[in-house]
Nanobody
Framework: QVQLVESGGGLVQAGGSLRLSCVAS????????MAWFRQAPGKQRESVAT???????NYADSVKGRFTISRDNVKKTVYLQMNSLKVEDTAVYYC????????WGQGTQVTVSS
């Protein structure tokens, strides 16, 4: 069993930065893939970035060059560094873990104002 707790969301002006963190419980953290998803009002949840146990990363086209996903297996934490934020990045951001994204956090709100 893996439990995920996100933090770091908030209100920021366009062009600003935020760093999201997701702390995981459970002994299997180091061997499972992790990801950040987001869901904006009225839209479907979408994948933002993923990172494998081997540190391979993948990003949505909309965030490439602006967002960076990373993980610290000792701290059992995955991060999402978000730079050059845009109004359209406003969403609830979710941390997900495991194959087929079996585990989910409760989400953290990110609001980008113009």
């Amino acid at each position: 069993q893996v439990q995920l707790v996100e933090s770091g969301g908030g209100l920021v002006q366009a062009g600003g930065s935020l760093r999201l963190s997701c702390v995981a419980s459970g002994a299997i953290f180091g061997v499972i893939p992790m990801a950040w998803f987001r869901q904006a009002p009225g839209k479907q949840r979408e994948s933002v970035a993923t990172i494998t146990s081997g540190m391979s990363t993948n990003y949505a086209d909309s965030v490439k060059g602006r967002f960076t996903i990373s993980r610290d297996n000792v701290k059992k934490t995955v991060y999402l560094q978000m730079n050059s934020l845009k109004v359209e990045d406003t969403a609830v951001y979710y941390c997900a873990a495991g194959y087929s994204w079996r585990y989910w956090g409760q989400g953290t709100q990110v609001t980008v104002s113009s």
